[in-house]
């Protein structure tokens, strides 16, 4: 694995964190300024200044995008972040802003399960939707002629990795922008602006804010023009999270290093101790050195999630498996600090086997968890 710590230079992850965002330090005020709840501010004369109105601008909001900023793009001023009310909000912001009829776009066809929504949204305004398997950088047979191109890696949830420097480099090579869910590997993991993208984009739901209390989603660009046309649609559709969302996942940001370092070494073991169990099968963990993906995921992550993926031997004994954890709750999502899992074809929108599991690990002692996983496999075994 690459330099877990220190990345680029400048202070750790965990500093960097802590400190993510904060103002400068005013006597007797807290450190993190509450959440300012207006819709509206004074605003006397002509209408300058950087705080107008609820649904454009908050103080708030503010802080959390710097500190995002500051997490996917460390040292650099030429970056924006926008946050938005969820993370299928910012998806849209940037298919939606980006892309007008008659263009064609790129999305991968093993991606989060909403994408297909988004799909059908896209062809009803006269766009082209053109999809491929993220592993094997299979976008690439499919690119030519596109404005967009859509990386999902690793993929949710079947933790496929692709090289995004190739296949950044080969659609501006066209003249297509690129964006990258970094929604699983977090800025912590990967850096999708440092590898070529134009936006990083990701559902702060999920292990960012790491409670399952918030719902929230952001994007990271580094084009004035493409970002002015994402805070338009946010604007234009009114997708802004409310200020105590945007306080919560500002607040959890400051312990993000300390639960990714613990979820991603629990989850590494977790996946090996899975791969000595003869049910398990189609087990998927970027950072296990046999994973198909981890030769590329080694080059470009720093870090390789809290997911884990397996396959049981029937859609029953995954139940039966889900149903007989103790310390795991069965719960879609994933990121947060009690460990969930769900049989994810029971939504009936990703091409899995009914007996395939997605296993998000939380901040639980290692062998308390691990202990529970084996346990259950064992007292459902037929």
């Not at 910012?90 to 263009?103: E, K, P, T, Y």
């Not at 890696?153 to 079947?158: F, K, L």
């Not at 292990?207 to 805070?231: I, N, P, S, W």
């Amino acid at each position: 694995m690459n330099d877990a710590t220190r990345g680029t230079g400048g202070p750790g992850d965990g500093t960097r964190a802590v400190r993510a965002g904060l103002p400068e330090p005013v006597k007797h005020e807290p450190t993190l300024p509450g959440p300012v709840f207006a819709a509206h501010f004074h605003l006397p004369g002509d209408p300058t200044g950087p705080y107008t109105y609820g649904r454009d601008e908050n103080p708030t909001w503010t802080l959390l995008e710097r500190a995002i900023g500051e997490l996917e793009a460390p040292g650099r001023d030429d970056v924006e972040a926008l946050v938005f009310a969820s993370g299928m909000a910012a998806i849209s912001a940037v298919l939606f802003s980006q892309l007008r009829a008659g263009d064609a776009v790129v999305l991968p066809d093993d991606g989060y399960q909403a994408l297909p929504l988004a799909r059908a949204q896209l062809e009803a305004y006269g766009i082209e939707v053109r999809t491929a398997p993220t592993g094997g950088d299979a976008q690439l047979e499919v690119l030519d002629g596109a404005k967009l191109l859509w990386i999902e890696t690793p993929s949710n949830p079947g933790l496929d990795v692709c090289d995004v420097r190739r296949l950044a480099d080969a659609a501006h090579a066209q003249g297509a922008l690129v964006a990258v869910d970094n929604t699983l590997a977090t800025p912590l993991g990967q850096r999708p602006l440092e590898l070529g993208a134009d936006f990083a984009v990701a559902s702060g739901t999920k292990q960012l804010t790491g409670h399952g209390d918030v719902l929230l989603g952001y994007v990271t660009g580094h084009d004035a023009g493409a970002m002015a046309a994402v805070r338009r649609w946010r604007k234009i559709v009114g997708a802004i999270p409310g200020p105590m969302e945007a306080w919560l996942a500002h607040r959890s940001i400051a312990t993000l290093q300390l639960r990714v370092e613990r979820q991603n070494t629990t989850a590494l073991r977790l996946a090996e101790a899975l791969r000595e169990r003869p049910e398990v099968t189609g087990l998927r963990y970027p950072g296990l050195p046999d994973d198909p993906s981890h030769k590329i995921a080694s080059q470009q992550m720093r870090r390789y999630g809290c997911v884990v993926s397996f396959t049981l031997p029937s859609r029953e004994r995954a139940d039966r498996f889900l149903d007989a954890l103790r310390l795991v709750d069965d719960a879609t999502s994933f990121g947060g600090v009690r460990s969930t899992a769900e049989r994810r074809g029971r939504w009936g929108g990703d091409a899995v086997a009914e007996g395939f599991v997605r296993f998000s690990v939380g901040a639980e002692d290692s062998e308390d968890l691990i202990a529970d996983v084996l346990r259950a496999l064992d007292v459902t075994a037929d």
